[in-house]
């Protein structure tokens, strides 16, 4: 059973920069592209960025396009999101996601064809 787990949130000031990361274990992650997501307080779940499963095409949302990047090692199993320039919006907890769907078919930045959701980090973005 392929289960995720996200870690390197924390606090930073406005500026600031963080590098997350989503490590997969029981299964590879070479099959599956993968999705981030962040819920802020009070608000609905938003899909920020997602990566196919070679690394070859990723997908932001607008609010973090060029400040954001993500990225994958397969070779370790691994997603990445680094995320420069956070703002106070930024601050929510951050979640990963596998994508059960084939690339033409997948729902991104709707959570529909996600699956083995981690635990969430949380990112906090203050002065």
């Known amino acids: 059973q392929l289960q995720l787990a996200e870690s390197g949130g924390g606090s930073v000031q406005p500026g600031g920069s963080l590098r997350l990361s989503c490590v997969a274990t029981?299964?590879?992650?070479?099959?599956?592209?993968v999705g981030w997501f962040r819920q802020a307080p009070g608000k609905e779940l938003e899909g920020v960025s997602w990566?196919?499963?070679?690394?070859?095409?990723?997908n932001y949302a607008d609010s973090v396009k060029g400040r954001f990047t993500v990225s994958r090692d397969n070779a370790k199993n691994t997603v990445y999101l680094q995320m420069n320039n956070l703002k106070p919006e930024d601050t929510a907890i951050y979640y990963c996601?596998?994508?059960?769907?084939?690339?033409?078919?997948?729902?991104?930045?709707?959570?529909?064809?996600?699956?083995?959701w981690g635990q969430g980090t949380q990112v906090t973005v203050s002065s």
């Open positions: 990566i196919s499963n070679r690394g070859d095409s990723t």
């Open positions: 996601a596998a994508d059960i769907a084939p690339p033409s078919r997948s729902t991104w930045p709707d959570t529909k064809s996600f699956s083995s």
């Open positions: 029981g299964l590879t992650l070479d099959y599956h592209a």
